[in-house]
């Protein structure tokens, strides 16, 4: 597709329960970034993928958050055992990356955690 | 560390009237700086970026931007805001010493009364 597309759009889950959210960037794009948006907490930084090089993992909140891009594109967020903090929408974004470029996000996918 | 701050957490102003939103980052070196609105139920868009040169830039949407080095400052200002612009905006900063990794500020919510 033409822009950066997630999935689900929505989930709910058990406290307890494994979460995985998927992330498809813009064909081409290097960068591949994770946020979190929490109401009235901005958009909080998780991990940032450039290319071949390690991923900057430092905004990850706990163990139980990890993330891993396949060939250089699409990636996937898993989080275990989930809490009831973790409920947020989660925002994929890609960038041609290099430098620090515009960011094209996606729609977000929102997880509830009862 | 890298910061973005944005002190005010809701603004309402009149249709027609002026607006100027504040950020002020925390950077060691030359930073990049964006700002991106996000309306009701959509995604995050680019409004404007600065990289370097004319320290004034025009975004879309009528909106412009100044970043003042002496006051670490990008604040972003429109002369005559329209009900349309009712949304949240986000200040980002990102820099090639941290690995080009965007950092937001926790955002400001506009509202316009007509």
């Known amino acids: 597709g033409a822009g950066v597309s997630q999935s689900p759009s929505n989930k709910v889950t058990e406290k307890g329960k494994d979460v995985e959210l998927r992330c498809d960037p813009i064909s081409g794009h290097t960068a591949l970034y994770w946020y979190r948006q929490s109401l009235g907490q901005g958009l909080e930084f998780l991990i940032y993928?450039?290319?071949?090089?390690?991923?900057?993992k430092s905004g990850l909140p706990s163990d139980r958050f990890s993330a891993e891009r396949t060939g250089g594109s699409v990636s996937t967020l898993t989080i275990q055992r989930t809490q009831q903090e973790d409920s947020a929408v989660y925002l994929c974004?890609?960038?041609?990356?290099?430098?620090?470029?515009?960011?094209?996000f996606g729609e977000g996918s929102r997880l509830t955690v009862l | 560390a890298q910061s973005v701050t944005q002190p005010d957490i809701h603004i309402t102003v009149s249709e027609g009237a002026s607006l100027e939103l504040r950020c002020n980052y925390s950077?060691?070196?030359?930073?990049?700086l964006f700002w991106y609105v996000q309306s009701p139920g959509q995604g995050l868009q680019l409004l404007l970026k600065?990289?370097?040169?004319?320290?004034l830039v025009q975004g879309i949407k009528g909106f412009e931007a100044e970043f003042k080095r002496s006051q670490s400052s990008f604040n972003l200002r429109k002369p005559s805001v329209h009900w349309s612009d009712a949304a949240e905006y986000f200040c980002?900063?990102?820099?090639?010493?941290?690995?080009?990794?965007?950092?937001f500020g926790a955002g400001t919510i506009l509202r316009v009364k007509s």
């Open positions: 600065y990289f370097s040169g004319d320290t």
């Open positions: 974004a890609s960038s041609l990356g290099g430098s620090a470029g515009e960011l094209f």
């Open positions: 993928f450039q290319g071949n090089s390690a991923p900057d």
């Open positions: 980002a900063v990102g820099a090639k010493e941290y690995g080009n990794k965007l950092v």
């Open positions: 950077y060691g070196a030359t930073p990049y």
